[in-house]
Antibody
Framework: QVQLVQSGAEVKRPGASVKVSCKAS????????MHWVRQAPGHGLEWMGI????????SYAQKIQGRVTMTRDTSTSTVYMELSSLRSEDTAVYYC?????????????WGKGTTVTVSS | QSALTQPASVSGSPGQSITISCTGA?????????VSWYQQHPGKAPKLMIY???KRPSGVSNRFSGSKSGNTASLTISGLQAEDEADYHC??????????FGGGTKLTVL
């Protein structure tokens, strides 16, 4: 079945970087773009960006542009999201979510989420 | 990229209907029929309920429906059930390969 398996929880110091992985299975990895979405405690969802695994092209939210990098490894069907210069406000659950093949920016399959805590 | 505006909370009794609004701008909701709605139970990942304004994925109850007028999209849930109690999030394509979410609405079934 279609599955997105994310890496485990992380605790980071302010100023550090974190890299979260999302391994896809059950479908053709390069046929679907992947979104990253985060949710701070008690808050709504925030779109971070999208990567097309076929060519590696990306688009990022303006708010985090310059601090976020999304990459992929087609040999392992895995996408990565790296966020640098971490601040306490980056404490959140980070989700990867598959884009529908129509390319219409809606997410039909979600990972279970990775908790990232930024604390000194 | 300002967040879409949703009411913080709505409530209804079992069997009733409720509507959640999602207000954006002419640059997002008003320009694209790419509005989606997600249901999220506590501690769980979101689940797609409505896409492209009014379409339901396979397996989603027909009690859920979506619509759009101008810069405002709406999600209506009819015949409220206890299991509908959850947070609901709207999203819209915002141009230039970007997406924007609303702040989320907590639905309480009384």
């Amino acid at each position: 079945q279609v599955q997105l398996v994310q890496s485990g929880a992380e605790v980071k110091r302010p100023g550090a970087s974190v890299k979260v992985s999302c391994k896809a299975s059950g479908y053709s990895f390069t046929s679907y773009s992947m979104h990253w979405v985060r949710q701070a405690p008690g808050h709504g969802l925030e779109w971070m960006g999208i990567i097309n695994p076929r060519g590696g092209t990306t688009s990022y939210a303006q708010k985090i542009q310059g601090r976020v990098t999304m990459t992929r490894d087609t040999s392992t069907s895995t996408v990565y999201m790296e966020l640098s210069s971490l601040r306490s406000e980056d404490t959140a659950v980070y989700y990867c979510a598959r884009d529908h093949p129509s390319g219409n920016y809606y997410m039909d399959v979600w990972g279970k989420g990775t908790t990232v805590t930024v604390s000194s | 990229q300002s967040a879409l505006t949703q009411p913080a909370s709505v409530s209804g009794s079992p069997g009733q209907s409720i509507t959640i609004s999602c207000t954006g701008a002419s640059s997002d909701v008003g320009s694209y029929n790419v509005v989606s709605w997600y249901q999220q139970h506590p501690g769980k990942a979101p689940k797609l309920m409505i896409y492209e304004v009014s379409k339901r994925p396979s397996g989603v109850s027909n009690r859920f429906s979506g619509s759009k007028s101008g810069n405002t999209a709406s999600l209506t849930i009819s015949g409220l059930q206890a299991e509908d109690e959850a947070d609901y999030h709207c999203s819209s394509y915002a141009g230039s390969s970007t997406l924007v979410f609303g702040g989320g609405t907590k639905l309480t079934v009384l």
